[in-house]
């Protein structure tokens, strides 16, 4: 799988809210009757938590160095401190990129980098990066 270069990422991130209106002008089901609510089969139990895959998220990383890989590097316009990410818990790396994703963090190019990821994707990039001292 080769990861998705920054342009791509970001022409992604653009045509999301497109696709999102498109979703939204579609016609909604129709309900069930209530007897047929009753009939209908139980909910599925819980979604089993999503383990990350190491060396798939190595492969993901690889746009990742631009930025975080260089040392004290500050984005020169608008200028933000670059943080780390190599030996951070699985649990924080995962945290911060689906919060970058649903927009509860605000950085650019994280948001438009963290749309293009599944959650497998999110979780094997924390398990690789975890790894990374």
Same mark, same amino acid.
């Given at each position: 799988?080769?990861?998705?270069?920054? +342009?791509?990422?970001?022409?992604?991130?653009?045509?999301?809210?497109? +696709?999102?209106? @498109? %979703?939204?002008?579609?016609?909604?089901?129709?309900? /069930?009757?209530?007897?047929?609510?009753? $009939?209908? %089969?139980? +909910?599925?139990a819980?979604?089993? /938590?999503?383990?990350?895959?190491?060396?798939?998220?190595?492969?993901?990383?690889?746009?990742?160095?631009?930025?975080h890989? #260089?040392? &004290?590097?500050?984005?020169?316009? /608008? $200028?933000?401190?670059? /943080?780390?990410? &190599? &030996?951070?818990? @699985?649990?924080?790396? @995962?945290?911060?990129?689906?919060?970058?994703?649903? &927009?509860?963090?605000?950085?650019?190019?994280?948001?438009a980098? $963290?749309? $293009?990821?599944?959650?497998?994707? #999110?979780?094997?990039?924390?398990?690789?990066?975890? @790894?990374?001292?």
């Amino acid at each position: 799988m080769r990861p998705l270069p920054l +342009a791509a990422c970001l022409a992604l991130a653009a045509a999301l809210p497109m +696709a999102a209106l @498109t %979703a939204q002008d579609a016609p909604a089901p129709a309900e /069930p009757a209530p007897a047929e609510a009753a $009939s209908a %089969a139980p +909910a599925p139990a819980a979604a089993k /938590p999503v383990t990350g895959n190491a060396e798939s998220g190595k492969q993901l990383t690889y746009t990742c160095q631009g930025c975080h890989g #260089i040392t &004290g590097y500050k984005n020169a316009y /608008p $200028s933000f401190h670059v /943080p780390r990410i &190599g &030996g951070q818990s @699985t649990e924080y790396l @995962t945290n911060a990129l689906t919060e970058y994703k649903n &927009g509860n963090r605000k950085h650019p190019t994280m948001q438009a980098q $963290s749309q $293009s990821f599944s959650e497998q994707d #999110i979780a094997d990039i924390a398990a690789f990066l975890s @790894t990374v001292k």
